[in-house]
């Protein structure tokens, strides 16, 4: 979501399949749970049991928008219960990205550069494991920015660096919409609160994606972006739009 003001660019967009790519070297690319190899291969097998089992769940036109939130609950709290179980180290975090079939769209990078050259904040907010998205970063990027914060489920390592906890709340691929005012409160922070004349712009590539501003009084001007995932769509065109929205002072 990128959000325009008339001094300013707030942006917040989702990671996986939309930040990153659908394929990889003609494979399907990994998100940043599926990358995560624990250094445990029974805990491993376990987790790959759970997406097999829900990942059909997620997508079920038979099955109601309650039940199936609940359903995912269950599911990323089941995964985040076997990482602490299975004994997952930040060690391991490294080389599973290293290891990792995990691209991003051509363009992000310098979509990330455009905005940071103008100090604009860029939130990715994700359902997936932050200290994982930040490594993806540093791995992939090959750079940091210092205007992209991540918002996503984040573990708490012990001094050894191994996984003990998850700080905050549980955000999975149907809730987003109810952590939107936490996530916005470090742009809120750094720039203050936003008012009605704020703009935004959602990207995303799931519908649960299109509740990511819900509450963030960006109503009256959205516009909402949903990337069509297999086809890997470059990013020049939203570099395109978001410039274009700059230099006509929107």
Request: net charge negative; aromatic share 10%; proline share 3%.
């Amino acid at each position: 979501m990128v959000v325009l003001t008339d001094s300013c660019y707030r942006v917040i967009a989702d990671f996986d399949a939309t930040l990153t790519m659908f394929w990889v070297n003609g494979t399907r690319g990994q998100t940043s749970h599926g990358l995560l190899q624990q250094g445990n291969p029974d805990y491993n097998a376990k987790r790959q049991q759970l997406y097999e089992y829900y990942h059909p769940l997620e997508f079920s036109p038979n099955i109601g928008l309650e039940e199936k939130t609940k359903l995912m609950e269950e599911w990323w709290g089941k995964a985040h219960g076997l990482l602490v179980e299975g004994g997952l180290t930040y060690d391991s975090i490294r080389q599973s990205v290293a290891n990792a079939n995990i691209a991003f769209r051509e363009g992000v990078c310098e979509l990330f550069e455009f905005l940071e050259e103008r100090d604009a904040p860029v939130l990715i907010f994700s359902a997936g494991l932050a200290d994982i998205i930040e490594e993806v970063l540093r791995q992939k990027l090959h750079r940091s920015f210092k205007n992209v914060r991540i918002v996503s489920n984040r573990m708490v390592f012990d001094d050894d660096g191994r996984l003990v906890t998850f700080k905050g709340k549980l955000i999975h691929s149907l809730n987003k919409n109810e952590h939107a005012l936490d996530m916005a409160a470090p742009v809120h922070e750094r720039l203050g609160d936003m008012d009605e004349e704020n703009q935004c712009f959602l990207l995303g590539d799931h519908t649960g994606d299109l509740g990511m501003s819900d509450g963030l009084n960006y109503e009256p001007c959205q516009i909402s972006v949903l990337l069509i995932t297999w086809n890997d769509a470059p990013m020049w065109g939203v570099i395109k739009l978001v410039s274009h929205m700059c230099s006509s002072g929107r």
